[in-house]
């Protein structure tokens, strides 16, 4: 039970003139015998914290940009009315900036045997779990100046998934992959092994496509058109160790790795390719595979949701038999990690061969914007130390990735927001030249 402000503003007032009427203990608490009478009726009165009934309802999962809205339903089962302050707690980084504490606390009325439902509406800033703590009951009474307060535990988890900004690239990748599997106008001849069709000859068409036993049973020249091969495998390998916790521009490495993948997840199994996913630094933090077509971009989602960046070192030769075992047939293997020149050179370099000897190998690398900037900055002293240092970093990572290539690895190495999008195009290109 707590005693209110306006019940201890009363006491402070009723106190002041005591020296005046009659000195001593004995005046004081003449004057405050009201008033202790009417806080303890005023407790009495109040609605019962301990016997309330809270469940929860709402969102159990959010993109992270989004609001979630969770309903708290109180009920009161007691005789006395229930007037209460309620604050329903959430972590921090539930909230953006601005939208903090105050979006929690509710004032709420109950009538005796009645409920009622109040909605905290949350604005995540980071993915993974926000569980819901402690919600906090102040109940008054009539007057005001008492109230009894108490705590319940309602369990509650709002997952925030990542953002998957760059879907909105995904409908020009997918009419370009429409264009490999020769159902639009465009005449593009896949370099697949699959035979789609016949159609007639148009100028432009190889010549190597013309199906001359077709042709001799008709009147026009017919060429045989192809498509991409389907049913492919695809394994998305996240390196979460430390390079991936670095921030380029506002978000972190591996965030920007995950939004790559996101998009080219979705675009390999609207292709008929199968998609798995391994997340690895010193061990494996997360692993999809065997799921449907349908199934298999929720999953990876609800699997990114919770991965943050490890503060270790890599562990390459771990990392590539994970690989292996999760891949024992033929696949496109696309490693999402770092082409600083240390890491590959010591981590990735002497397992390669491993992973090049059977699969087709794609790595995909987060470059910094800002190192772009630096390169054209003149003017002062300290402008042209930062455009050669710029120089020096942009030279290592192209000596660093032209190793890779002499293993048969293609490389990607793309800004935050064109690296989903290049990435999608070097699988679309492996894919019109059968490499897959």
Known sequence: MALTGRAALLAALGSLPVGIWEPGWTGILAVNAPLAIACACDYALAAPVRRLGLTRSG?????????????????????????????DAWPPSSWQPGTGPEASRHRLRVPPGERRRLTTRLRPTRRGDRVADRVTIRSYGPLGLFARQGTHRVPWTVRVLPPFTSRKHLPSKLARLRELDGRTSVLTRGEGTEFDSLREYVPGDDTRSIDWRATARQTAVAVRTWRPERDRHILLVLDTGRTSAGRVGDVPRLDASMDAALLLAALASRAGDRVALLAHDRRTRALVQGRTAGDVLPSLVNAMATLEPELVETDARGLAAAALRTTPRRSLIVLLTTLDPAPIEEGLLPVLPRLTQRHTVLLASVADPHIADMATARGTTDAVYEAAAAAQSHAERERTAEQLRRHGVTVVDATPDTLAPALADAYLALKAAGRL
């Open 59 to 87: 969102d159990t999962s959010v993109r992270l940009g989004d609001s979630a809205d969770v309903t708290l339903t109180v009920t009161n089962p007691s005789g006395r009315p229930l007037r209460a302050r309620i604050r």
